[in-house]
């Protein structure tokens, strides 16, 4: 049984803030978000650690827009459909393209400084995309733009950002969503925030998988307490794993920019053969699925642990200036890029699947609004498009508000003297568990059998586990690495699911036990939560 709350409470006996605008989560989406409706009400952003840490801030590659003459969104627009294997919303795609070109704009205008060559943008290539079209700042584009969206955010009057803070639940009234419940560790209390519209902005589900490429941050909270909460949650059986992750043994995984392909870079096998193009036209620059696996099945082949990124040919100068994050991290560890090749494996890295939106960030609850990772708005289909998430991020960070002030508008919604108060019979009999350790073994279950290759048993084996520890889904944690477990259980939970459901291969969910892609499985899984708090299930076939 899933718990409504993670925890009991009585709003009348809380402290209360109130604000028009809640937005929960500062990347990219959330900050860019709260920009726009600074101009329409007063603004809370909430983040759950410092602003900085965030996935938006690690991303190297950049951000897709068509900036040259030989591009259009039209071109844009298919490569996204392409990569996404069939069951992108073209509408949503649409918008992304079309709307991108100008959010990219205001970038540059609060002072993002896209690297140029002469008077011109320099623009990179990366994997299935058909021309140059990858605006960065060097191998750091995600830092840049987070920090120029800080800096905006900061000093724009009507934005209070509160940091470190730990948004635990979704409070919903007569079926509406009018805010959160907000824990602080440092101090020990528990808030209520109500807003007449909430925006969610919390990125993705990365850290479910022990080898991820993703910030600590992302633990799947939005996800969760929006299904919680009763929201349509859909596609959550695509993830995206990136091929080129560096592991130094014991440390947090390091990317290696799949721009450095789009450069000239070239995987080899143990002997230093290159080998992506027996598996795809493109080869290295293939869509990240096709590579991702074929990487897997050398590594099969060849009974090795690794597969190896060759830059050796790239010159040292070339790569220092143009990916000096990258060199300089390396050289850490000892890796001379200009020298030697760099040991890499594949990594979890993207989210497709999320709350199901509509072109406004609408959700299933009124009240509620979703942007950025954590959202499905069905741009990605079934595989994402490199570097068109920071794009996603401001398109629909700006329309999710606009999609909120509408519905402020629309229904006026009242909130001094709401009541809401919630009581469970916690489960606190069982012994608390030892959180660490779950938490491991639950990321290194998720890895190894809902991971790159998945079947039916390996799926049946991780959600045996998940059931086997389900009951601390309604465990009185006190602490947020516990809500952060009881939210990556449940997501980890409609993952696997999803997973097992599909019985075909598609974008980034491969089944070996149904390898190719099938017509009927052309649509969406989209999962909600009944009155008696069960799971249902929807088929939403592609009306396109
Ligand atoms: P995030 O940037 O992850 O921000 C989430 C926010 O939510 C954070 O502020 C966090 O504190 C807050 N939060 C989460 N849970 C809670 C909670 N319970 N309570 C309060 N706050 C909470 N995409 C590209 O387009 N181009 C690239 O080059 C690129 N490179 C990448 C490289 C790496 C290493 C990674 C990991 C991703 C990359 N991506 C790239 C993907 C892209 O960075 C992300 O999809 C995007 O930045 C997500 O932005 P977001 O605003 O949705 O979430
Ligand atoms: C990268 O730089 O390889 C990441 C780009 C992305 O995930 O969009």
């Not at 591009?71 to 294997?85: I, L, Q």
């Not at 700042?137 to 840049?144: E, F, I, R």
């Not at 406004?360 to 990605?380: D, K, M, N, Q, R």
């Not at 890895?447 to 079947?455: A, L, Q, S, T």
Request: aromatic content about 10%; charged content about 25%.
């Amino acid at each position: 049984m899933i718990p409504r709350y993670l925890l009991n409470f009585d709003l009348s006996q809380m402290e209360t803030e109130y604000c028009d605008y809640l937005i929960i989560g500062g990347g990219v989406a959330g900050l860019f978000a709260a920009l726009k409706a600074a101009s329409w009400g007063k603004v809370i952003l909430l983040a759950k650690s410092t602003l900085e840490e965030c996935n938006t801030s690690y991303a190297q590659g950049g951000i897709a827009s068509v900036v040259k003459e030989d591009d259009s969104p039209s071109v844009h627009y298919e490569d996204t459909m392409e990569a996404g294997v069939g069951i992108c919303n073209p509408d949503a795609v649409k918008v992304l393209v079309e709307e991108g070109v100008s959010r990219v704009r205001e970038l540059i205008e609060i002072g993002v400084s896209f690297d140029r060559e002469n008077s011109n943008y320099s623009l990179g290539r990366e994997g299935a995309h058909s021309r140059d079209r990858i605006l960065h700042v060097g191998d750091s584009t995600g830092k840049a733009i987070q920090d120029a969206l800080m800096g905006s955010t900061r000093s724009t009057e009507n934005i209070t950002i509160e940091e470190k803070v730990f948004v635990m639940d979704l409070l919903t009234h007569d079926n509406r969503c009018v805010g959160g419940l907000v824990y602080n560790e440092e101090k020990g209390t528990v808030k209520a925030y109500l807003a007449k519209g909430v925006v969610m902005a919390t990125g993705g589900i990365g850290q479910l998988f022990d080898r991820t490429t993703n910030s600590v941050i992302a633990t799947g909270d939005g996800l969760a307490m929006a299904y919680r909460a009763g929201a349509e949650v859909m596609d959550l059986e695509f993830f995206q794993f990136h091929p080129t992750v560096f592991y130094p043994p014991g440390e947090k995984a390091f990317l290696i920019s799949e721009a450095v392909r789009g450069a000239g870079g070239i995987l080899r096998n143990e002997e230093e053969e290159q080998f992506m193009i027996q598996y795809h036209p493109l080869a290295d620059l293939g869509p990240r699925d096709i590579v991702t696996r074929a990487m897997m099945s050398v590594l099969k082949k060849t009974r090795t642990e690794k597969i190896y990124l060759d830059l050796r040919h790239l010159g040292k100068n070339y790569i220092k200036k143009r990916f000096p994050n990258i060199y300089s991290t390396l050289k850490e560890y000892h890796i001379d890029v200009a020298r030697d090749l760099i040991p890499v494996v594949p990594a979890a890295h993207y989210t497709m699947g999320g709350i199901k939106t509509d072109l406004f960030g609408g959700t299933s609850i009124p009240g509620l609004f979703a942007a950025g990772e954590v959202a499905c708005t069905g741009i990605h289909g079934a595989n994402r498009l490199a570097s068109n998430s920071l794009l996603e991020g401001l398109v629909f960070g700006e329309r999710a508000v606009i999609g909120a002030n509408r519905y402020i508008e629309e229904f006026s919604p009242h909130l001094k003297g709401i009541e809401i108060s919630y009581f469970d019979q916690r489960n606190s009999s069982r012994e608390r568990p030892d959180i660490s350790r779950l938490e491991k073994s639950l990321k290194k279950l998720m890895f190894e059998k809902v991971g790159i290759i998945r079947y039916k048993e390996s799926l049946e084996e991780a959600l045996d586990f998940i059931k086997q520890n389900s009951a601390y889904l309604t465990f009185s944690f006190n602490e947020i690495k516990g809500y952060e477990l009881q939210n990556m259980m449940l997501a980890a939970r409609l993952t696997a699911r999803a997973a097992l459901l599909r019985e075909e291969s598609r974008g980034g969910h491969y089944r070996q036990d149904f390898p190719s892609v099938q017509k009927k499985w052309r649509g969406h899984l989209v999962f909600t939560l009944s009155q008696e708090r069960e799971e249902e299930v929807k088929w939403l076939g592609t009306s396109w």
